[in-house]
């Protein structure tokens, strides 16, 4: 068999993976599975993994669409409940990706998905199952480059699509309620410009929910106890009637786990820079008593705070236990929305390592991404190709940025503060820019047509201070002889009257003793140099994207989303040339709903509109 050819075949002589020059990473098309390795002949080279299946698997899978793994001097986020059957860790909670849970949702039975990704039967029956768009189309996978291609050498990206995988209008159960309209993720990961070099990995995720009521809850899984920043608050959120084994963080961004059990020797930073406003809920841990595996500990909750223990089986030794993990940390929105866009930088290191790299949230018209140290990764605000857009780079330096969401294979003009070039997108749609030597606030701009130059305004010319002569020397005054100070002896008996010393005036007393007091004692002061304005980009009317319309019961339900703050209003009649509208929301958003009422079966027409607080 296999196992006997392989491991037990005398004949054939033994070959490293670097001897052979297996590639540093390997997508597995037919699993969803991307492997990206920084070598292959240590224990102590950097592992990760990032999973989205095409198709529902068979039997047995795990519901870990859009999961990641880390792996650095032993296991630093993991896939939770390792060995445990059936019961949790086969869920979406207890991996590395998002789930979606109405807080307020009763349970509806043992099909109940509680905000994660659909589980109806995952059998595969007919060829016909495996059809795009079929109730087994997962989505997956939509766009690759490797580290090592040369269109983005030293880097890979991942773009997932995985909305499928959850109940939603895109796909959905017999027993679920709708929640998802999308979820995309974008991995990237920078691999360390030096041997035992810090790992650098960006994830990007698009998310949008049919109700504001679900909960968006990012989900990482450390193999110990992480420490979180910002203010605590214990016992809370409660979930099931109880808060006990979780603890709320606001004000703080940043996670930090640390591995140094049985051998391992690794820590994993993680930073929020997406959504702006968030809270940082961390689950898990023992009972009051400090046990673990019964009905009062944490380790294996589900979104809605029951322990999932049934099947829990696992060996409790340090070297098991750092596989199997007792700790998440969720990442949730604090204002309710339809749509919300996470960014997250991660950065894998040796348990020595004291601070993060400096990281920082970039944006711009219709971009946003991160700086995180020499590495710069921006993508799409919206879900689509990006025909156009631009971005600020905050701080001075030399940069590698991957530029992502483009048209794959187009030809983009670009612009890096004055200087203009083109550059063809990869067949991910991906661009890799060398910023070099780049000023603080300098724009990045891409387009696809031409990008205008950037004109400053001419400084003001300022009049040459007048020139104001030299005081003139004046000579010192005469020195006068002592006037006979001895009187003359004989011949003369009476002796010789001599004449009063004339008097002489004091030596040009005035007005020239303080030369010219006035008006050239004080300096000339010159004016300050005026400070003139940034320059004020030409305003561009909003890009309108992901309309939809839902119709029930005599009311249609617009719902879109704009590239940038804007009002809302719906256009409509039972001809092309309209003549009613709904009520102008002039409140600015991104995401705008409208609804009309009083419909009566028949063909209508509409048109969506938005603009900008300048009426553009």
């Known amino acids: 068999g296999v196992i006997h050819l392989l491991v037990d075949e005398k004949g054939i002589t033994p070959r490293s993976p670097s001897s052979l020059g297996l590639p540093l990473t390997e997508h597995f098309k037919d699993y969803g599975w991307v492997v990206m390795r920084t070598g292959w002949d240590s224990l102590r080279d950097t592992y990760v993994s990032f999973t989205a299946n095409k198709w529902k698997a068979l039997g047995y899978s795990s519901y870990a669409q859009g999961s990641f793994m880390i792996d650095r001097n032993g296991p630093l986020v993991i896939n939770s409940g390792c060995c445990i059957h059936d019961t949790y860790s086969w869920n979406t909670w207890a991996h590395n990706t998002i789930v979606f849970p109405d807080p307020n949702e009763a349970s509806r039975g043992a099909n109940w998905d509680k905000g994660g990704q659909s589980i109806w039967s995952n059998e595969v029956y007919t060829p016909d199952s495996l059809r795009t768009g079929s109730r087994w189309d997962m989505g997956g996978i939509k766009r690759i480059s490797t580290a090592d291609s040369s269109a983005t050498p030293n880097v890979d990206y991942v773009y997932a699509d995985v909305t499928r995988s959850y109940n939603g209008p895109a796909n959905i159960d017999p027993w679920n309620t709708s929640k998802v ?29 049919t109700d504001p009521k679900f909960e968006k809850r990012w989900i990482m899984h450390t193999p110990g106890n992480p420490t979180v920043s910002g203010t605590a608050q214990a016992n809370t959120p409660v979930r099931s009637g109880s808060g006990a084994g979780k603890t709320t963080y606001t004000g703080g961004d940043l996670v930090t786990g640390t591995n140094t059990t049985a051998g391992s020797s690794g820590k994993v930073f993680s930073r929020t820079l997406l ?18 595996l019964t009905a009062g500990s944490h380790e294996f909750e589900d979104p809605y705070g029951v322990n999932q223990i049934a099947d829990a089986r696992y060996d409790r030794t340090p070297a098991a236990q750092q596989y199997v993990g007792e700790y998440r940390v969720e990442v949730i929105p604090t204002v309710p929305a339809l749509k919300d866009n996470f960014l997250h930088v991660i950065e894998a290191t040796d348990s020595g390592t004291s601070t993060m790299i400096p990281s920082s949230l970039l944006q711009g ?13 921006m993508f799409n605000i919206v879900e689509g190709n990006l025909t156009s857009g631009d971005f600020v780079v905050d701080a001075a330096g030399t940069y590698k940025a991957l530029i992502s969401d483009l048209s794959p294979n187009a030809t983009y003009n670009v612009r890096i503060g004055t200087i203009t070039s083109t550059k063809t997108a990869s067949g991910a749609g991906t661009i890799y820019l060398d910023l070099n030597n780049v000023g603080a606030n300098t724009s990045v701009a891409l387009s696809v047509g031409t ?8 400084p003001a010319t300022y009049p040459t201070p007048a020139t104001y002569p030299t005081p003139a020397v004046y000579p010192t005054p005469a020195t006068y002889p002592t006037p006979y ?13 001599y004449p009063t010393p004339a008097v002489y005036p004091t030596p040009y007393a005035t007005p020239y003793a303080t030369p010219y007091a006035t008006p050239y004692a004080t300096p000339y002061a010159y004016p300050t140099p005026a400070v003139y ?41 039972s001809t ?24 009566t079966p028949g063909t209508y027409y509409f048109r969506v509109v938005s603009a900008t607080a300048n009426a553009t």
Do not use: C
Request: proline letters at 10%; glycine letters at 8%.
């Open 181 to 209: 309209r999308l979820f995309t993720r974008q991995f990237v990961y920078f691999r360390p410009d030096t041997t035992g070099g810090n790992d650098r990995i960006v994830i990007f995720d698009r998310t949008e929910t």
């Open 275 to 292: 959504p702006q406003a968030f809270k940082i809920v961390k689950v898990g841990g023992p009972d009051a008593s400090g046990n673990y």
């Open 365 to 377: 018209t219709g971009m946003t991404g991160a700086r995180f140290g020499d590495k710069i990764a």
């Open 451 to 458: 990008i205008p130059a950037y004109t400053y305004p001419t």
């Open 485 to 497: 100070a001895t009187p003359y002896a004989t011949p003369y008996a009476t002796p010789y009257a």
């Open 533 to 573: 304005p940034t320059p004020t980009p030409v305003s561009v009317p909003p890009v309108v994207s992901n309309v939809e319309v839902d119709v029930v019961s005599g009311r249609a339900i617009f719902t879109w989303r704009t590239d940038k703050p804007a009002n809302t209003k719906v256009e409509y009649g």
């Open 576 to 599: 092309q040339s309209l003549g009613s509208s709904s009520v102008l929301n002039s409140t600015l958003s991104e995401s705008h709903e409208a609804t009309i009422s009083g419909l």
